[in-house]
């Protein structure tokens, strides 16, 4: 972030979700929450809501560079996160404009895999995100799903399963790795950040609540924000756990569909 703007600039690539909860919409909530100013470039509309997804109209490849194109033109970017990208031409898009443009922290979170354990992106979606996207990142942050996906193994059912897989988690060629441990069945919530060959369990309070719906969004903005705001890695993945830890215990404040509800991105305001 440069010193003179205090207030850092902060970009989502990702689909829209109509319901607020996830996608860009809980993208650029996270980003207000935490002090930052969110962009937004659109790869695809979403027909969803809390229940689930009806149906999803992808933007045309050329568009979405010129988003990304126009927007870097005028707003300097300190940080972006890149959600859900489901072809390759896409990917190797968002990579083209990022490289020639590399803001400082680039955070990739793969959602290849839904609440439900469905496969969201096809074989040649799969392989975009692991050959074009993770060797871009900064960070990666998948959950035990999506990280056996991108290394086509089983997923990790214990701690020492998580750490096993740090090594072919690192070669995939991310910066970093946060391995989310949510799908573990402990009464905690543990993470394993990977920077190379070093790995750092951060623990987590499991919160008996069924609004679950965006957390992996909303986690992965708020490190990007923090990141933008000039935290180190491990100082923004502590920060944005506790404050989706924060956002998830007081989601009952908030009525919002009858399904998975969201998280409250703005607990600490209203």
Same mark, same amino acid.
């Given at each position: 972030? !440069? ?8 970009? !989502? ?5 109509p319901s607020g909860g996830a996608g860009i919409q809980a993208d650029l909530k996270t980003f207000s929450a935490l002090g930052a100013y969110g962009t937004?470039?659109? !790869? ?5 809501? !809390? ?14 560079? +010129? ?30 404009? +990022? ?20 496969? +969201? ?150």
């Amino acid at each position: 972030m !440069t010193a003179h703007r205090p207030v850092p600039n902060t970009l !989502t690539i990702a689909g829209s979700d109509p319901s607020g909860g996830a996608g860009i919409q809980a993208d650029l909530k996270t980003f207000s929450a935490l002090g930052a100013y969110g962009t937004s470039v659109i !790869t695809a509309l979403t027909a969803q809501n !809390t229940r689930g997804v009806r149906g999803v109209h992808p933007v045309p490849v050329e568009f979405i560079r +010129l988003q990304l194109e126009t927007l870097l033109d005028d707003v300097e970017i300190d940080a972006v996160k890149i959600g859900m990208v489901a072809s390759r031409e896409v990917a190797e898009t968002i990579r083209d404009v +990022l490289e020639t443009r590399r803001p400082r922290w680039i955070v990739l979170d793969p959602v290849m895999v839904a609440k439900s354990g469905d496969i +969201l992106v096809d074989d040649a979606g799969i392989a975009a995100v692991r050959e074009v996207l993770v060797p871009l990142a900064d960070l990666i942050t998948p959950n035990l799903p999506e990280a056996a996906v991108l290394l086509r193994s089983p997923s990790p059912s214990s701690r020492s399963e998580m750490l096993a897989m740090a090594p072919d988690l690192s070669a995939l060629g991310a910066g970093a790795v946060l391995l989310k441990g949510g799908h573990l069945r402990d009464e905690t919530c543990p993470d394993l950040l990977i920077e190379g060959e070093r790995s750092s369990w951060l623990e987590g309070t499991r919160i008996a609540t069924s609004n679950l719906h965006g957390t992996g969004c909303s986690l992965s903005s708020a490190i990007t924000t923090r990141l933008a705001l000039g935290d180190t890695l491990p100082q923004a993945v502590a920060a944005a756990k506790q404050w989706l830890e924060a956002a998830l215990t007081e989601s009952h404040r908030i009525d919002v569909g009858q399904g998975h509800g969201p998280v409250h991105h703005f607990h600490q305001w209203w």
